[in-house]
Nanobody
Framework: QVPLVESGGGLVQAGGSLRLSCAAS????????MGWFRQAPGKEREFVAQ????????YYSASVKGRFTISRDNAKNTVDLQMNSLKPEDTAVYYC????????????WGQGTQVTVSS
């Protein structure tokens, strides 16, 4: 599997913005979709957004729809998550993930990047 490396996390005030980026070390032709997930302290990991790698179709969780935007750059092998109007409840470790063609679930995960939103 191609290693995924997230960047762009940090501390921001409520109402602010952050942009997360996920980079794959090399191109893979077996990726069906890329996604972002998050895990807050004491909570289970939850889905945030995903994008189809070839077509680019997007899907968002209800909690972030309208505030977050996922995008990809196939040439650079990157997936970004633009997060606007951040809320304290968005505080979590954010993970980038990839789903292989034919796989039922995401099967390649990054190490995560911390996002903290202060009130």
């Amino acid at each position: 599997q191609v290693p995924l490396v997230e960047s762009g996390g940090g501390l921001v005030q409520a109402g602010g913005s952050l942009r997360l980026s996920c980079a794959a070390s090399r191109r893979t032709f077996s990726t069906a979709a890329m996604g972002w997930f998050r895990q807050a302290p004491g909570k289970e990991r939850e889905f945030v957004a995903q994008i189809g790698w070839s077509v680019g179709s997007t899907y968002y969780s209800a909690s972030v729809k309208g505030r977050f935007t996922i995008s990809r750059d196939n040439a650079k092998n990157t997936v970004d998550l633009q997060m606007n109007s951040l809320k304290p409840e968005d505080t979590a470790v954010y993970y980038c993930a990839a789903r292989t063609i034919g796989a039922a679930e995401y099967d390649n995960w990054g190490q995560g990047t911390q996002v903290t939103v202060s009130s």
